[in-house]
């Protein structure tokens, strides 16, 4: 393995090789595998250190030593507070190369707790893990600490337990001076950790408050869940502004943008291979690549094939001159199904995986554009409902998950803006997702989101008309979302 220098490290940038070796104060830390980075700032990574697999952040560049100095003050204050959290093995500072690391102990074969619900087989068993976290955050919150950045990867699962880790967005501040968090402040805190659930399972709130509230031994009229759930969605939108909406059209960890005078392509690190790259970069000159699956006026969807897995891609095409010139100061239409598709997988609403975003450009101008998204094998719902032989059950089964998805779109405020059968497709296990997101917005105010969501839900009820019990079925869910709307 390579041994890098502070120098060097600044200069891989993104690019850091997956093996290195760093030499602090005279230790090597031979770092096995990169976790996760934060170019010219931070490494979290599995390393090997005299001898032991053990568990290690690596703090450089600019304030190295503040970033540093807050980890090992929050990991500090979970270990007196007999919060469970890896255990501080060692700490190293090197002030001659600005560089510092924190080693704790490894957590064999430890999960999230993201992939720990994903892995319960029931929505029972899954409340009770949620049930066992809640406990742990009340607990935090009684010895006076809190975490600023609480999301689910900072609880890992190990052992029969979990396990809260990322010291350096720890704030022992109230645990200093003796004193509890203050409720305001705490129950924000556990509204900023619900809202990162989807608005699906919203209804796990309430027995989940009265938990936290009894561990703190808080008299529950103190505050409200309608209180609570006012804090989750006011969180929500703030998340979904700095999260999605700041970061989805430009280059940061999970996305990459590609811009010149002609061209804008925009493309997930994870999902898009340099293989897809290349075929998109070429994209805008080749034109149609596969098989039509759609042609209209406005826009023409078809399928692309690379290195065996299909992807479907919208074009959406400028009607004439005057329309060209119009949109060429707007945000593009596939612009905003991007980020439309990137919002959905943020609140955890199922839709297709959006891979790119690519338009022509004239400068600030926007031409014709693209967006790429993964192909999701199954069939519209009018077919699925109408015309596929599967079991009634099964039928229901997908009904039930279309009225917790419209519940889920209410919580969030967001408007499909074309809800209709072919909008919605269900794959091959039953799943039914919101797809065609180009008139998709979301709302602050609530009177202008249920003007738009009654439409959402009047074009839903039209798509079905004619379909007997399936219109009867439908028209019933439609009024059971309205319900929840007075």
């Known amino acids: 393995m390579k041994r890098l220098s502070h120098i060097e490290l600044l200069q891989f940038g993104r690019n850091l090789p997956a093996k290195f070796i760093v030499e602090i104060n005279g230790e090597d830390v031979d770092v096995n595998k990169v976790l996760r980075l934060l170019p010219n700032r931070r490494v979290a990574c599995e390393v090997s250190f005299k001898g032991e697999v053990r568990f290690a952040k690596l703090f450089f560049g600019k304030r190295y030593l ?44 430890a999960i999230d707790l993201d992939e720990k619900l994903e892995s319960m087989s029931s929505e029972e068993l899954k409340c009770e893990q949620l049930t066992q976290v809640v406990g742990l955050i009340a607990e935090m919150h009684i010895a006076g600490i809190k975490q600023d950045d609480i999301h689910l990867e900072n609880f890992l699962f190990n052992e029969g337990k979990f396990f809260v880790i990322d010291g350096a967005q720890v704030d022992a501040g109230a645990q200093l001076s003796g004193e509890e968090i203050a409720l305001k402040k705490s129950l924000s805190n556990l509204a900023m ?10 209804d796990r709130i309430k027995a989940l408050l009265v938990f936290y509230m009894k561990t703190r031994k808080l008299d529950e009229k103190e505050y409200s869940l309608y209180q609570l759930e006012q804090e989750i969605f006011r969180l929500r939108s703030w998340r979904e502004k700095k999260y999605v909406r700041a970061k989805a059209l430009r280059s940061c960890s999970e996305f990459s943008r590609i811009q010149s005078w002609t061209r804008l392509l925009v493309f997930s690190r994870k999902e898009c291979s340099p293989d897809l790259c290349l075929v998109l970069e070429q994209l805008p000159e080749a034109g149609v690549t596969g098989t039509v699956l759609k042609e ?31 949109r060429s100061f707007l945000s593009s239409r596939a612009e905003v199904s991007w980020v439309n598709g990137h919002l959905l997988r943020f609140f955890r609403i199922p839709t297709a995986s959006p891979i790119a975003l690519i338009e ?127």
């Open 193 to 202: 950790f619900l809202g990162q659930f989807s608005p699906v399972h919203d």
């Open 360 to 486: 022509k450009r004239f400068g600030p101008l926007r031409g014709e554009s693209w967006v790429v998204t993964k192909q999701i094998q199954g069939v519209h719902s009018w077919n699925f409902f109408v015309e596929k032989r599967a079991l009634r059950t099964e039928k229901e089964n997908v009904i039930n998950k279309l009225q917790s998805i419209f519940e889920a779109l209410r919580r969030v405020r967001v408007s499909h803006g074309d809800l209709k059968p072919t909008n919605i497709l269900i794959d091959m296990e039953h799943n039914p997702l919101l797809i065609d997101l180009d008139g998709m917005k979301s709302y602050e105010n609530k009177d202008s989101f249920y003007q738009a969501y009654e439409k959402d839900l009047k074009r839903f009820a039209l798509g079905w008309d004619n379909t007997g019990e399936w219109q009867d079925l439908f028209d019933k869910v439609v009024c059971a979302v309205k319900m929840h709307m007075k």
């Open 66 to 109: 503040n970033h540093f100095e807050n980890e090992k003050a929050g990991s500090l204050a979970l270990e007196q507070a007999g919060i469970p959290t890896p255990k501080l093995l060692e700490n190293l500072i090197d002030t001659k190369q600005s560089m510092a690391v924190i080693i704790t102990e490894w957590l064999d074969d």
């Open 296 to 326: 209209g006026r406005s826009a023409t969807v078809f399928l692309l094939s690379n290195n065996g897995q299909e992807y479907v891609v919208k074009h959406y095409k400028k009607k004439n001159w005057m329309h060209y010139i119009i």
